[in-house]
């Protein structure tokens, strides 16, 4: 037998020792048979000897039935527990239906807490955490946007990548047999989904060739446009559409959850590089390229030869230097971080908010259970008088907590369904990856795990407090009330505080977003924008290569429009404000920065526009004149610079009749007129350099980016119809699209900070009506605690006064306590909030004095109700109950 | 014991039924089972003495036999091992089939033309 330490055996004492009675039964049996061969006449060392014989292998014996005992032992115990927590799980059951007010309020406060956050984790998980739906996506990476010459010079130098592609915005007019509308694209190299390893789900991918000049007239569907225009039939492919008025085949359909670059491209276009037309290849920087690691090769080492080799690209370009220090941030990164973009960190301030809410909402149903703790005690004490242990009594009330928990978790899962439903619906445009999120497998477990956490997290405290009562009230007197109480007050108090605290953080973060985008909206952008609808107008390319034509549509187009009932003025432009990303342009300026080769300043925004531009938007001119129809493209090139420009080049307010150019070989423009500077990009933008020219007059008239406005003397939206039948009876091949009133274009582009405004808003509310009900309910239970102190106190005199000050006392005093510990938190959560906030700093005066105060005064409010019951004590009554 | 090589293996099975057997009488510790198989069997069976143990092991897996500590009749703590009712009645089946299939055999042996 192995010697095993005699000790040991006194384990057995504790819990039962497997090894030791295994030993014992086995010594057992040696030492009989070695008693009975002695009595045969045998030495004792012949009896020993003679009986492990007879016995075996004592060991192996001992090793197989202890591992056998140690295995039953587990799985006794693995029933053991689970008998008892199906029982304490039926008890939980029962002593929430003994109590169904206070059931229904945790379980709600719980459904809240955990439902929003099981909602708004189903939006980070679908657009932050789960990988993109290609092959290996870890391995894709993004590399940046560059013109075509400088992708095929880095594609011809890179190392580190198997494949390397590009995709590039393109949005055309697509003939629809009824009618042309435009539709939003993307041309990709014909690479890029064998790169990204997705395949049609019907027809083929684009094959090399058809990534050269005149064999590109090819296209692939999005499954959504598919179903919506050809019907889902499988008889598309090998049919012609005319896009741009140029006939295209369709070879194949994308299966349905293939959204590249994003959910509003309905059809990808074979991308084909013009090398013999410099202007295209070196002076565009739209191709966003896109690569995969080659094997065993790390983003880093990628960075580091994208790095070496991106400013040796300049020496390629024939049309100018630009410089040694020419766009560095061209740097791979991980694919899914370039497309889930800035809205991560936006998702992760919301999480942050929606878990701040769940806080508070356990920090409620803590205190729910410590004031039902109080007033189980009897029962408590009960039975750990009849020898229930403090963990046995521990483990029944966590478990009833779960039980709250589990119950609150599966009410919220049914709210997370309907919350996120209503999340995509009224989510901002160009949300990444929108249509994936659902509440699905993975969601349900965060819920559950978060419903396990939250359990414990406001059932450990009152557990443990309930059980300490539980026993010193079973020694003191069952009932009556002990110095426990003291004790549970300073526990409840804290509790208060930081409920408070919490709320505090929450809603001096969706105070600042609610000053920032009051802020936001009362932005002056220098353009009237009520009573105007604006139409984008494309025309397809291949009839209107010719730009006297264009010009013909466009004229044809405002006289008809002009000659409408109800229209003011009507006018062309090629960039509406918030209409679309605007860029900035290099400008000359004459007798200061003539030389193209050397830095020239960058010009905020620069437009094409026709007459009528300045009247239609309500632009004054405030020096010159506006367009007229004679700048015509046979006249004077003139332009009109707005205010800024004009300080900045000609401090001395002489800049009328001075001259301006675009950096390439082009006649000077006349400058003819000043205006104010407008806002164009968005309300928060800081450009105010504009610089209009004439619209007739453009080097590059035609454009795929037209917009007709309209100044009206009526409500604009009934419009839209007027300009889509004019536009068809010009000419039904080209189409209308983004037909909207300003005013509607000005708030869509102010949608993403309402709508963050909105989440963190109602967040903030529902931790405030949280706190608000936490106090009251504290000090309503303080009331009813304290009856006997209250009525000794009016008993001796206490004015109504003197015992509401006593209790909204106490009340404002730990909102005080709770106001000061948020509002240092939130000086240094706000940070979080960053860009998000506009025209208000982070640490905000106003907010951070009206927010706490504001506190205090819902403390005294919420107490006020528990406080006056406290006056209508009948003291003799109150004595008389002890 | 016996040399091992004398007396056949023990079928598989069949170890569990002579415990059972054992155990009919009465709760029986682990030695006293084996004394009764020796007694009962002139010693026959040779079965090494370590194997007994797996063995109500097993038994008790299967719910045909509970333990108990308890003091032998020698004032020593010993395991005791009681029969249960569904134990009998395992007993009582295996041994039907176990007679019958004893039977069957030796009426095939015995058939000429005779071995011996």
Redesign the interface.
């Known amino acids: 037998m192995s010697p095993t330490p005699r000790w040991r055996r006194y384990l057995r004492f504790i819990r039962p020792n497997v090894a030791a009675d295994v030993d014992d039964e086995l010594a057992f049996h040696i030492a009989m048979r070695v008693e009975r061969n002695v009595a045969l006449g045998m030495t004792a060392e012949d009896a020993r000897r003679e009986a492990e014989r007879r016995f075996g292998d004592v060991g192996m014996v001992r090793h197989q039935l202890v591992r056998h005992d140690e295995r039953r032992q587990h799985s006794e115990g693995r029933r053991e527990y689970l008998m008892d927590f199906l029982q304490d799980l039926r008890f939980g059951w029962r002593a929430l239906r003994r109590a169904p007010g206070f059931a229904i309020a945790a379980t709600l406060t719980l459904a809240l807490g955990i439902g929003a956050n099981a909602a708004i984790f189903s939006v980070v998980h679908a657009i932050v955490l789960r990988p993109l739906p290609y092959r290996e996506p870890q391995r894709l990476v993004s590399v940046g946007t560059a013109s075509a010459g400088e992708f095929l010079g880095l594609r011809d130098r890179l190392h580190s990548f198997s494949q390397i592609g590009v995709w590039i915005p393109q949005t055309h007019p697509i003939d629809l047999g009824d009618e042309t509308v435009r539709v939003e694209g993307t041309g990709i190299t014909t690479n890029l989904l064998s790169l990204l390893g997705v395949a049609p789900r019907l027809g083929r991918d684009f094959v090399a060739e058809e990534g050269e000049m005149g064999k590109n007239t090819v296209l692939l569907l999005s499954d959504g446009l598919w179903r919506e225009r050809f019907g889902a039939s499988p008889d598309v492919i090998g049919k012609r559409i005319l896009v741009e008025g140029l006939p295209m085949t369709i070879i194949g359909v994308m299966p349905g959850d293939f959204h590249f670059p994003s959910i509003t491209t309905r059809y990808w276009l074979p991308n084909a590089f013009n090398p013999a037309n410099p202007g295209m290849t070196w002076a565009v920087n739209d191709k966003h390229m896109v690569g995969r690691l080659a094997p065993g090769v790390t983003l880093e080492r990628a960075q580091r030869e994208v790095r070496e080799i991106w400013p040796t690209l300049r020496h390629l370009n024939p049309l100018w230097d630009p410089g040694a220090e020419y766009r560095r941030d061209v740097a791979p990164t991980p694919l899914q971080d370039d497309v889930v973009g800035t809205t991560g960190r936006l998702l992760w301030m919301l999480f942050g908010c929606v878990l701040l809410v769940l806080l508070v909402g356990c920090v409620n149903v803590a205190n729910l259970l410590l004031a039902r703790a109080t007033s189980r005690a009897r029962e408590l004490a009960v039975r750990a008088a009849l020898g229930g242990g403090r963990g046995r009594l521990l483990r029944q009330l966590v478990t009833e907590s779960l039980l709250l928990a589990v119950l609150g978790a599966s009410l919220g899962v049914g709210f997370a369904v309907a919350v996120v439903r209503w999340l995509v619906a009224t989510m901002p445009p160009g949300i990444p990856r929108a249509a994936e999120i659902s509440v699905n497998g993975t969601v349900v477990a965060f819920t559950a795990v978060v419903a396990m956490l939250t359990g414990v997290l406001f059932g450990i405290i009152p557990a443990l407090r309930a059980t300490r009562l539980g026993q010193s009230a079973a020694t003191v007197s069952i009932g009556r009330r002990t110095s426990h109480d003291a004790h549970h007050h300073r526990v409840s108090g804290v509790l208060v505080t930081a409920e408070v605290a919490l709320a505090v953080v929450l809603v001096v973060a969706a105070m600042l977003l609610v000053r920032s985008f009051a802020a936001l909206r009362s932005v002056d952008i220098g353009i009237d924008t009520s009573h105007i609808i604006a139409a984008r107008i494309t025309p397809p390319w291949e009839r209107y290569q010719d730009t006297s034509r264009v010009t013909q549509l466009f004229g044809a187009l405002r006289e008809r429009l002009s000659a409408l009932p109800g229209v003011g003025t009507v006018a062309i432009t090629d960039k509406l404000p918030f209409g679309q990303v605007v860029w900035g342009v290099a400008m000359r300026v004459q007798g200061q920065y003539e030389d193209a080769k050397h830095n020239l300043p960058s010009i905020g925004h620069q437009l094409q526009v026709t007459p009528g531009y300045f009247r239609t938007m309500r632009i004054p001119i405030l020096r010159g004149r506006g367009f007229t129809e004679t700048d015509r493209g046979d006249q004077l090139p003139v332009a009109i610079v707005s205010e800024s420009v004009a300080r900045l080049f000609w401090p001395n307010g002489d800049a009328l009749g001075k001259r301006i150019g675009y950096p390439w070989d082009s006649p000077w423009l006349t400058i003819v007129g000043i205006v104010p500077d407008t806002k164009q990009d968005s309300l928060r933008d800081t450009s105010r350099t504009s610089v209009y020219t004439p619209w007739e007059q453009s080097t590059l008239r035609y454009s795929s980016e037209n917009w007709v406005v309209v100044r009206t003397r009526s409500d604009p939206a009934p419009f839209a119809t007027a300009i889509r039948r004019v536009v068809r009876e010009l000419d039904r091949t080209v189409a209308v699209s983004d037909a909207r009133t300003m005013d509607v274009v000005v708030s869509e582009s102010v949608q993403k900070a309402r709508f963050t405004m909105l989440l963190v808003g109602a967040f903030a509310v529902a931790a405030l009506l949280l706190g608000a009900i936490g106090i009251y309910g504290v000090m309503t239970y303080l009331v009813s605690q304290r009856t006997q102190e209250m009525g000794i106190r009016i008993a001796l005199g206490a004015t109504a006064g003197g015992v509401i000050g006593l209790v909204v006392g106490r009340a404002a005093r730990l909102a005080a306590l709770g106001a000061i510990v948020g509002v240092v938190a939130a000086f240094f959560a706000t940070r979080w909030l960053g860009t998000l906030l506009y025209g208000v700093s982070a640490t905000d005066p106003v907010t951070f004095v009206a927010v706490p105060l504001g506190f205090i005064a819902i403390a005294v409010v919420a107490s006020y109700v528990p406080a006056h019951r406290a006056t209508r004590i009948d003291p003799v009554r109150a004595l008389k109950a002890e | 014991?016996q040399p091992r090589q004398e007396s056949g293996e023990l079928l598989q099975g069949t170890l569990g039924i002579l415990i059972l057997k054992a155990l009919l009488p009465g709760a029986a510790?682990?030695?006293a089972i084996?004394r009764w198989i020796e007694d009962t069997t002139d010693d026959v069976l040779s079965i090494?003495?370590?194997?007994l143990?797996?063995a109500l092991?097993r038994l008790e897996?299967r719910r045909w036999v509970t333990t108990e500590?308890g003091v032998?009749e020698?004032n020593?703590?010993?395991?005791f091992y009681t029969l249960t009712a569904a134990g009998r009645k395992h007993l009582r089946d295996e041994a039907a089939v176990w007679l019958r299939y004893s039977q069957a055999v030796t009426r095939v042996l015995r058939a000429s033309p005779a071995i011996a």
């Open positions: 014991m510790h682990g030695y084996a090494e003495e370590g194997s143990y797996p092991r897996d500590w032998s020698n020593r703590r010993a395991k």
